[in-house]
Nanobody, 122 residues
Framework: QVQLVESGGGLVQAGGSLRLSCAAS????????MGWYRQAPGKQRELVAA???????NYADSVKGRFTISRDNAKNTVYLQMNSLKPEDTAVYYC????????????????WGQGTQVTVSS
């Protein structure tokens, strides 16, 4: 059974920082790339960062230079360090295992965790 538990969200002023964590089932974590997604009200869910099982990272243009994805394989946990936050970063953030197809990452599992709310005030 896939389990994804996100945490670390909150309310922060523009320019501030937050660190999100995602604890994943060991069975899916060790062999898969992992990704952080976000969904703002009225918008589609979008991938913001991904990290391969070997540590290679990719970022959406909107977060490059501000967000850093990392993983701790011993703890089956993936992190998203978010710096220089902007009001447009406000969203519910989710993690999922991801698969790379034709140069793009896609979520591996159809079920998602509860997500963690990030709200950035101006």
């Amino acid at each position: 059974q896939v389990q994804l538990v996100e945490s670390g969200g909150g309310l922060v002023q523009a320019g501030g920082s937050l660190r999100l964590s995602c604890a994943a089932s060991g069975s899916i974590f060790s062999v898969n790339a992992m990704g952080w997604y976000r969904q703002a009200p009225g918008k589609q869910r979008e991938l913001v960062a991904a990290i391969s099982s070997g540590g290679k990272t990719n970022y959406a243009d909107s977060v490059k230079g501000r967000f850093t994805i990392s993983r701790d394989n011993a703890k089956n946990t993936v992190y998203l360090q978010m710096n220089s936050l902007k009001p447009e970063d406000t969203a519910v953030y989710y993690c999922n295992a991801v698969t790379l197809m034709a140069g793009s990452y896609y979520p591996l599992f159809g079920s998602w965790g509860q997500g963690t709310q990030v709200t950035v005030s101006s």
